[in-house]
């Protein structure tokens, strides 16, 4: 069984007036301008936009008054023009398997009379490594057949603010901050200082549909004076959007991973409908030369298994032929059910089989162990809870 807590504190709906300028997200230019825009000097504001960037990211205080090298006169100045956001946590669940699935609750601060928005995202624990899904966008486009995600209409996308928020709120929620209370159930890996050690961008949303403001977030937790989290254990997962392949290596300079899933164009097309725009010849072309590229910088390739679907034996090796020259690993990924699909996962031995001719051919192969599945966070599973009880909704009233 999952444990959920639920603590809504009532107040989502409520309209609110424009508030605050929040500072996370923004970059040091950007901070140091709102500083500048209150009657610092442009050297005070560049001194404090550097303490404010070290007590919101290295530290994780969100109240002014604790920011303690701040002149207090101008803590409380800063306390009625900023902000430093956290989203309301509406809900967290605890899997059997020790995986954490927070849903968190947005207001778009442009428009701040407007209902909320939630995303989900979610903690994995292993042995080795604490990793965080995180989320891009609320909803998604891609319309991924096999995907629960892909049922939830794109919302909108979220600012580069409320990505780093969700990694801000669980490290908290994990006591990763300095002076930070731990859970009491064993979630750092042996030999960490920190329990999120990892960062993928494959929650909801399509990444490269939201290439700015993923980009700038992932500058700032990348940043060596800020959450620092090597550039090498930020991996940005995509279906395959390819005029932003290349300027994700060259300016981001993250991990690629790419949501492929079928050997051909006419299967593709309906598994990962993107891929009429973008066929697997303009894709694969595209990994081939990712600025970075090599043997110590491999890209994945996410291979969802499905029965009697994309499992044969000749996919195996159709799938050895196309990522010839490319440096890869193959993630091998069971299919997680979600209420309404129509495809089932892979029998384990035909599993095994395919991974054997992947490896046999050189690639790393292994089969990623599904995580989170009685709490529908596993891989695939990803959607605002809202939109399911809206569905619940519907389906008793049309009962």
């Not at 969700?166 to 731990?182: C, K, N, S, T, Y």
């Not at 392949?245 to 949501?259: C, K, N, Q, W």
């Not at 059910?337 to 129509?342: A, K, R, V």
């Not at 089969?367 to 909704?393: F, H, W, Y």
Request: one cysteine or more; charged letters at 25%.
């Amino acid at each position: 069984m999952s444990l959920a807590l639920n603590i809504d504190h009532g107040t989502a709906t409520r309209p609110i007036k424009a508030g605050p300028v929040d500072l996370v997200g923004l970059s040091r230019r950007e901070m140091a301008g709102e500083l500048a825009g209150i009657g610092l000097s442009e050297r005070d504001a560049k001194m404090r936009a550097s303490q404010l960037w070290n007590w919101i990211y290295v530290n994780g205080v969100t109240d002014f008054g604790a920011m303690t090298n701040i002149a207090k006169g101008l803590r409380a100045e800063l306390a009625q023009v900023f902000t430093v956001g956290r989203p309301e946590i509406v809900s967290e669940q605890i899997s059997i398997d020790g995986t954490r699935k927070w849903l968190f609750r947005f207001r778009d601060p442009a428009h701040p009379n407007m209902p909320p928005v939630e995303v989900e995202t979610v903690y994995i624990p292993e042995s080795d490594r604490g990793t965080l899904c995180v989320s891009s966008q609320v909803g998604c486009t891609l319309t991924c057949s096999f995907c629960h995600t892909g049922t939830q209409k794109l919302v909108r996308n979220l600012s580069a603010g409320e990505i780093l928020a969700q990694v801000m709120m669980a490290r908290e929620r994990l006591g990763d901050f300095p002076d930070g209370v731990r859970p009491t159930d064993g979630l750092v890996p042996p030999g960490e200082t920190r329990a999120i050690t990892n960062i993928v961008m494959m929650g909801m949303g399509e990444p490269l549909y939201n290439y700015e403001n993923v980009k700038k977030a992932l500058l700032i937790a990348s940043d060596g004076d800020g959450l620092s989290l090597s550039k090498r254990r930020i991996t940005l997962s995509t279906s395959g959007v390819v005029p932003h392949i290349e300027p994700t290596g060259r300016e981001i300079g993250v991990m690629l991973a790419i949501s492929l899933h079928a050997v051909r164009n006419d299967l593709r097309d309906v598994l990962v409908p993107i891929n009429k725009k973008w066929p697997l010849e303009e894709l694969l072309e595209a990994c081939r030369t990712y600025p970075g590229v090599s043997n110590a910088r491999r890209i994945t390739f996410e291979y969802v298994m499905l029965k009697d679907i994309n499992d044969s034996d000749a996919d195996a090796k159709e799938l050895v032929r196309l990522l010839a020259k490319i440096p890869a690993k193959i993630n091998l990924i069971p299919f997680n059910p979600w209420p309404g699909s129509n495809y089932q996962c892979s029998d384990w031995d035909r599993i095994e089989a395919f991974a054997d001719i992947v490896n046999r051919a050189g690639y790393a192969s292994p089969v990623r162990t599904p995580r989170g599945r009685d709490i529908l966070a596993a891989c695939g599973q990803l959607k605002s809870e809202t939109e399911r009880l809206k569905k619940k909704d519907r389906d008793a009233f049309m009962l």
